[in-house]
Structure formats: structure tokens, C-alpha cells
């Protein structure tokens, strides 16, 4: 399993933007799926984003369409989550996760993959 550290979280006005990375431990990151997830206090995990091993699919959540995007760079064992447009229901602690495989994108999938330990994202009206 890879070990998973997130950063870039912090508080932001609405409307502004914050980019959020995973740097990854150990050398098979590139055949990992990975995934951004949510949680905001006294709610599920939501899911945010996925990203296939290659980077060639994508899978995002309605809430976040056209806002977030997902990118990954196997060379730095990295995956990013790009947010723009944010809104204050978008506050949460946001966790990156991943598991060997090509594509998954359900809570369910990624239930016993490896996680970060989250880093918080407020988004102030």
C-alpha cells in the first residue's frame, strides 16, 4: 500500500480558488486509482473526484461539475484536486484516497484503500 499526505487546504472567501495535492509514498502510485473525498462535520464521506491509473478517465460529482478538476502526475506521485468557484457548502475536510486498479469511483470502492489524514478547507460567504 502507498501512504497518502495531503496539503493545501485553508480558508477562502466565495468565488476563490484553492488547489489541494497528494503526494504519495512508495513506486506503484501509477497503477493506482485515486479519488478526492469530503467530509463535512456530521456528514458522510462524499465523493468529490476520481481518477482512472492513466489519468484518461474521470469521474466527478454533480455538486462539483465544472468547477473541481482532478489531475495526476505519476512522475511526482501526485494527484491534485483544482478548485475554483467555491462556495461555502463546499467546506469540509477533504481526504485523497486510492487502491491498485484502473477506475473506481464510489465511497464503497475505496473503503479499504489507502487514505490520507484529510486537510480542512473552509469556504468563508
Known amino acids: 500500500q502507498v501512504q497518502l499526505v495531503e496539503s493545501g487546504g485553508g480558508l477562502v472567501q466565495a468565488g476563490g480558488s484553492l488547489r489541494l495535492s497528494c503526494v504519495a509514498s512508495?513506486?506503484?502510485?501509477?497503477?493506482?486509482?485515486l479519488a478526492w473525498f469530503r467530509q463535512a462535520p456530521g456528514k458522510e464521506h462524499d465523493i468529490v473526484a476520481a481518477i482512472s491509473w492513466s489519468g484518461g478517465n474521470t469521474y466527478y460529482a454533480d455538486s462539483v461539475k465544472g468547477r473541481f478538476t482532478i489531475s495526476r502526475d505519476n512522475a511526482k506521485n501526485t494527484v491534485y484536486l483544482q478548485m475554483s468557484s467555491l462556495k461555502p457548502e463546499d467546506t469540509a475536510v477533504y481526504y485523497c484516497a486510492g487502491r491498485p486498479g484502473s477506475y473506481y469511483y464510489t465511497y464503497e470502492d475505496f473503503s479499504s484503500a489507502s487514505w490520507g489524514q484529510g486537510t480542512q478547507v473552509t469556504v468563508s460567504s
Open positions: 512508495g513506486r506503484t502510485f501509477s497503477s493506482y486509482a
